[in-house]
């Protein structure tokens, strides 16, 4: 199962790099078009599509953390922070890109709703 897991994981991240990879270069491609096409699609695309990446992330990390100064984080949600936040300035730099705080408020929330989410499943599930 583990393995599985695994394997969901990294596809999911592959996908999302493939889609940063489309939007880099300019491409347009049927996802892009229909998230357009909703009302905030945008937004809901980068609140679920990090907020899902982080649960996974967890998932596979079997929700480990470490501790930075009083709070626990879980490596999963960090590693996923770290790579959104990364990903987002970096768009600054490239002139196909707009670098849009509201991106970054929409990854941050659908991380910390996600993180959430794993801190149940794993009191849920004693996982941690």
Same mark, same amino acid.
């Given at each position: #199962?583990?393995? =599985?897991?695994?394997? /969901? !994981? $990294? +596809? *999911? @991240?592959? *996908? /999302? /790099?493939?889609?940063?990879?489309?939007?880099? !270069?300019g491409s347009s491609n049927p996802i892009f078009e229909l998230v357009g096409s909703l009302p905030y699609g945008d937004k809901i695309g980068h609140f679920s599509? *990090?907020?899902? =990446?982080? $649960? #996974? *992330?967890? =998932?596979? +990390?079997?929700?480990?953390?470490?501790?930075?100064?009083?709070?626990?984080?879980?490596?999963?949600?960090?590693?996923? +922070?770290?790579?959104? =936040?990364?990903?987002?300035?970096?768009?600054? @730099?490239i002139p196909t890109r707009t670098l849009d705080i509201m991106d970054l408020a929409a990854d941050s929330i659908g991380i910390t709703l996600f993180s959430l989410l794993s801190y149940v499943i794993a009191k849920r599930f004693k996982m941690n």
């Open positions: #199962m583990y393995k =599985l897991t695994v394997s /969901i !994981t $990294l +596809s *999911f @991240l592959v *996908f /999302i /790099i493939w889609a940063i990879y489309q939007a880099n !270069t599509l *990090f907020g899902i =990446l982080t $649960l #996974m *992330f967890n =998932l596979t +990390s079997r929700f480990k953390t470490f501790s930075l100064g009083r709070i626990n984080l879980y490596y999963g949600t960090a590693i996923v +922070s770290i790579f959104v =936040l990364l990903e987002e300035l970096s768009q600054g @730099l």
